[in-house]
């Protein structure tokens, strides 16, 4: 017998997967489509349009004429706010069909689809918080630098046509990172979300029609990376692209903008550091360590912290008890309350995952547990057992790549600079944690730490938290006033007091 995820598949409004365009529902030009296969069971869902360059350019040439004729940008703050808090008690209102159709899209255990970090209650927190920034875009007054009879000021006005791309692992957050900035900025949006995550992402989008938002200001198209999304960042009447995914995409969005010097922010990968030192009680700090890597989404998450630097003190220690979190998980149907984590999203990074836990063990690192995959009725999914590798050198592939998988590796560490030199021996700074009861080390080491977000004995992104990579994680921040900044430009206007200014 297997798990099915079909039964909840009737159950859940799903939407035909249709594209967004200038206020109307329709298909794609060319009439292709897209399978999304569960990765739970690798059953066929349903099916979507895939829009083709023809269709975003429909789209960006609504969103276009949306910013430049249309009444969005131009709206008073009153009415923009009161459009935005209909869409906040809709998603309220909705918020359970959204984190059900998340963990249709992505396998996302229920319960971890409806904890507050990734749900629909999260995404309306988010554009609650950003919605309170509508009448406070406000500029400065600036005294002329040279005392001469000038009045300066500054405007923030929007940054006009915003490409939004998101990845599968979050949609329905991202969705909110995105598009509540932009949005309450003034600027219009054509959204992408990942091919293998678009069910929550469309119904929170038929929720904005609902509600009344003028046409072409949102915008949605689906499909693949390489065609809906390039033609996507590529097209000239963008201006701004805002992007959650892999570096490697993120390069290319770099590369591309070039041509419009499109602003551009870059939420990308990471290879986080679980900084653990000798005063902290080992058996709490080993579950959290590999509970990071395993609850939820199998540490598919940009910010789990893949890799435990643990004091040689309480190394054997930490490495004895790290197992005992994998009596705890629960693998099965995504729709029981008993299912602890999540599949791998599809079977080529299925494939990459057990091609890592391979490399690890050629490169000499010690797998204490785990490596394999689980059969039974799980064997049509693609699930991979949680894995703790020990012994792991910094410069080893595992401990350098970002996996996306349940692996957590151990290193051990002499002392806080050696900890503190490895965790910065990475090409990523998305995250960092760091475990102690010290409270001058946390501070003293959150310091010296080259990485957008460090907890301290855990942490949580917030509405109202910048949150970014240093190095190659990104560039940017989104959330808290950052996000203001990056939607918005600053004008700068000049005006002559005295009929012979300088
Ligand atoms: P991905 O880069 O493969 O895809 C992300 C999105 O980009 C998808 O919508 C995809 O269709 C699109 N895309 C792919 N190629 C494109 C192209 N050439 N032009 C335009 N768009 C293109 O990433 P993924 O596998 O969906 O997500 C996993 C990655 O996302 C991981 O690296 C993870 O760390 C990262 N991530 C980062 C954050 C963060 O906030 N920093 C959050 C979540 C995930």
Redesign the pocket.
């Known amino acids: 017998m297997s798990i099915s995820v079909l039964p909840h598949r009737d159950e859940l409004h799903v939407g035909t997967g249709r594209l967004y365009i200038d206020g109307q529902w329709c298909e794609s030009a060319d009439g292709a489509t897209w399978t999304h296969v569960h990765p739970a069971t690798n059953e066929e869902v349903t099916s979507f349009a895939v829009a083709d360059a023809t269709d975003v350019d429909r789209a960006v040439q609504a969103a276009r004429r949306a910013f430049d004729d249309g009444p969005w940008p131009r709206m008073a703050a009153r009415d923009r706010k009161m459009l935005l808090r209909r869409y906040i008690e809709a998603l309220t209102d909705n918020a359970d069909e959204i984190n059900r159709l998340q963990s249709l899209d992505n396998g996302l255990p229920i319960n971890f689809s409806s904890m507050y970090q990734v749900s629909a209650s999260f995404a309306a927190d988010i554009f609650d918080y950003h919605t309170g920034w509508i009448d406070k875009l406000v500029g400065d007054t600036i005294p002329h630098f040279t005392g001469a009879e000038y009045f300066s000021y500054t405007l923030r006005e929007p940054v006009g046509v915003v490409a939004a ?6 949609p329905v957050f991202l969705f909110a990172q995105k598009a509540a900035p932009a949005l309450a900025t003034g600027c219009t949006v054509v959204m ?4 293998y995550a678009s069910l929550a992402v469309i119904r929170m989008t038929e929720l904005l029609a609902e509600v009344g938002f003028p046409p072409g200001v949102f915008n949605l198209v689906l499909g ?3 065609a809906t ?2 033609a ?2 590529t097209h000239p009447l963008v201006d701004k692209v805002t992007f ?4 490697a ?1 993120g390069q ?2 770099l590369a591309a903008s070039a041509d419009g010097i499109k602003r551009v922010s870059l ?4 290879k986080s550091a679980n900084l653990i030192f000798d005063d902290v009680d080992v058996d709490m700090a080993a579950m959290s360590a590999m509970g990071m890597v395993t609850w939820g989404m199998s540490g598919q998450g ?1 910010v789990c912290q893949t890799r435990a630097l643990v004091n040689r003190t309480i190394y054997d220690d930490f490495v004895d008890k790290a197992g005992t979190i994998t009596q705890m998980i629960t693998y099965g149907d995504p729709f029981s309350e008993a299912t602890t984590s999540g599949p791998i999203i599809n079977q080529r990074q299925l494939g990459r995952v057990m091609g890592y836990i391979e490399k690890g063990q050629e490169e000499g690192a010690r797998l204490v547990f785990g490596g394999d995959r689980p059969g039974g009725e799980l064997a049509s999914g693609n699930w991979v057992n949680p894995t703790l590798f020990a012994d792991v050198d910094n410069k080893m592939t595992i401990a350098q790549e ?1 996996i ?1 998988g349940p692996v957590l590796s151990a290193i051990p560490v002499a002392d806080e600079d050696e900890a503190i030199r490895i965790a910065n021996d990475t090409t990523y700074g ?1 995250g960092a944690g760091i475990q102690t009861s010290d409270v001058k080390r946390a501070h003293r080491v959150a310091k010296r730490l080259r990485a957008g977000t460090i907890g301290v004995n855990g942490f949580m992104v917030m509405p109202n938290t910048p ?1 970014g ?1 240093y190095k190659t ?2 560039l940017g921040r989104e959330g808290g006033l950052e996000s203001i900044e990056a939607f918005t430009e600053t004008k700068t206007v000049d005006v002559a007091l005295t009929d012979s200014p300088i």
């Open positions: 791309i998101i990845p599968w692992n979050a992408k979300p990942s091919e693949e990376g390489h999304g390039e996507l960042i959650t995914g892999s570096r995409v290319r969005i939420e990308l990968g990471g940009c970002e996306f998305l949150f990579g994680s990104g």
